[in-house]
Each structure stands twice: as structure tokens, then as C-alpha cells.
């Protein structure tokens, strides 16, 4: 049981390049969400989606696309990447019980560690 | 904003010391996890609190979430090497999923 799979898992990018990051997830869970974790900021919530088909912002979306292509994966693009998105990019999923999104422990994928120089 | 403050931000222990971290929300929670994540690793569940006053334990830890559902706390007693790591706590509530900043423990032998 895979749990939830990121990939790549380093990358290094310069100024102004793209790319996107990769997760999938093989427990039928409903939800996915993408955090980034800062030396001393904690993980703040990139975008996330509650379910398949849609996409809601986080706490700091700008420079971040999403698009959640089916019900296991999730990606999130850096269409022009900048040394401030230098970070820890974690890619998390949960499945929503009956107490709602906010009821639902999130299980996390390893990282991928992206480096803009 | 919500906002969900967590103290302290380090704290060095000798093995066998007790360990305290305290999670604080400016607004009401519906409920709060607590996460573990060892140096170089992602995070990993622990517990959910939902009611409030409610009290779990596992094991060495004791969690609590306040009375007024803006607290809570994790509580180690005799922590070992293996406790190593940050602890977080995450608070949720319509429109907001919070992560504190975490408590990073280190452990002395």
C-alpha cells in the first residue's frame, strides 16, 4: 500500500523555469491539498481540493496552478518560478467523513525539495 | 484571520524530562489534530480531538483540547530519543485549515 506518492522528489530549477510536481494517491480518498513548509513558517496550505472537479485556494496560492485530473492525483505547477518558492512542497490527502473536510486526518506524502536559483 | 499559535517554538530536553507543547486559536475549533514529523521526514497523524474538554492518551502522550475548543495541548512524560522531531498541531474550522509552527523537540541521551 503506496499511500500517497510524490514525485519528483529534488529538483532544482532556475528563475523563470516550470515545472510541475506530481501526487498521486491509492486510498479512495476524496480530498487532496498541497502544502509548502518554510525553516520556522510551518506548512501553509498552497490550494486544495475537496473533492474531484474542484479547486479552492489556500493560505498562499500565488505563483501556484493546480489541476486535479482525476480522483487519485493531484499536481501543482510553478508556471514561472522564482527563488522565493525555494521549499519543502508536500502533497497531503484525506478522505471527508460525515463531519465534513475539516473532520479528516490528513495523510502525507515524502516531499519533494525544490530549489530555485 | 484565524490564526493558530503554538509555544514553544524549541525546546532541549534531557531523556527522561517531560515535554509540554501548547496550541492556541484566536476562534473556536471544530476539532484539532496533532502530527509528528521526525528531521527530514513528512508528517505523520497522531490524533484528532473533537469534544471539548476531551482527553486521549497514547501510550507516554496525553493530549487535551480545551474547554472553550481554542486550546490544546501534548504532553510527553519521560520522553525518550525516539520522541525526537517537530510536533504539530492543526486546527480546523469552516474555511480555514491551520497548521501551527511547530514544536521542535530534541531529546539529550
Known amino acids: 500500500n503506496a499511500g500517497v506518492t510524490q514525485t519528483p522528489k529534488f529538483q532544482v530549477l532556475k528563475t523563470g523555469q516550470s515545472m510541475t510536481l506530481q501526487c498521486a494517491q491509492d486510498m479512495n480518498h476524496n480530498s487532496m491539498y498541497w502544502y509548502r513548509q518554510d525553516p520556522g513558517m510551518g506548512l501553509r496550505l498552497i490550494y486544495y481540493s475537496a473533492s474531484e472537479g474542484t479547486t479552492d485556494k489556500g493560505e498562499v496560492p500565488n505563483g501556484y496552478n493546480v489541476s486535479r485530473l482525476n480522483k487519485r492525483e493531484f499536481s501543482l505547477r510553478l508556471e514561472s518560478a522564482a527563488p522565493s518558492q525555494t521549499s519543502v512542497y508536500f502533497c497531503?490527502?484525506?478522505?471527508?467523513?460525515?463531519?465534513?473536510?475539516?473532520?479528516?486526518?490528513?495523510?502525507f506524502g515524502n516531499g519533494t525539495r525544490l530549489t530555485v536559483t | 484571520g484565524q490564526q493558530v499559535m503554538q509555544i514553544p517554538q524549541y525546546q532541549h530536553v534531557q531523556e527522561g524530562e517531560d515535554f509540554t507543547t501548547y496550541c492556541n486559536s484566536s476562534t473556536t475549533l471544530s476539532n484539532i489534530q496533532w502530527y509528528k514529523q521526525r528531521p527530514g521526514g513528512h508528517p505523520v497523524f497522531l490524533i484528532q480531538?473533537?469534544?471539548?474538554?476531551e482527553v486521549k492518551k497514547q501510550k507516554r502522550l496525553t493530549f487535551q483540547f480545551g474547554e472553550a475548543k481554542k486550546n490544546s495541548s501534548l504532553h510527553i512524560t519521560a520522553t525518550q530519543t525516539t520522541d525526537v522531531g517537530t510536533y504539530f498541531c492543526h486546527g480546523g474550522s469552516q474555511g480555514n485549515l491551520i497548521f501551527g509552527k511547530g514544536t521542535k523537540l530534541s531529546v539529550k541521551p
Open positions: 480531538l473533537v469534544k471539548s474538554g
Open positions: 497531503a490527502s484525506s478522505e471527508v467523513t460525515a463531519g465534513g473536510l475539516y473532520n479528516s486526518p490528513l495523510h
